[in-house]
């Protein structure tokens, strides 16, 4: 079975990002949310964000509320630069390990599917 996982790591601070919320998407005719979780202290979901049967092909989009975590941790001029961070991405293998890693600072970030 196929599962889709995540991390984010706070480059400015050099550690994972605790405490951030990540949620998920499915983009269609109807867009659906499917789930909602925060990152534990490795920066990581405890698990997977999406599996087991619901894990089908389509378009998908993790959005990473980034403000909330970066007023938490670093104080940023009002409004925040980046507030929500939206990755839209596809899934063309339900049976593949989809893994969408955010890198993240104040002022930028970066992603990639990951192993």
Known sequence: MGRLTTHVLDTALGKPAA???IELYRLGPATEHVASATTNDDGRLDAPILDGRHF???VYE?????GDYLRKTQRPPEPVFLDVIPVRFG????VDHYHVPLLLSPYGYSTYRGS
């Open 62 to 66: 993790l959005r990473f509320h980034a």
């Open 56 to 58: 089908t092909t389509g």
């Open 19 to 21: 405490g951030l919320t």
């Open 91 to 94: 899934i063309d293998a339900a």
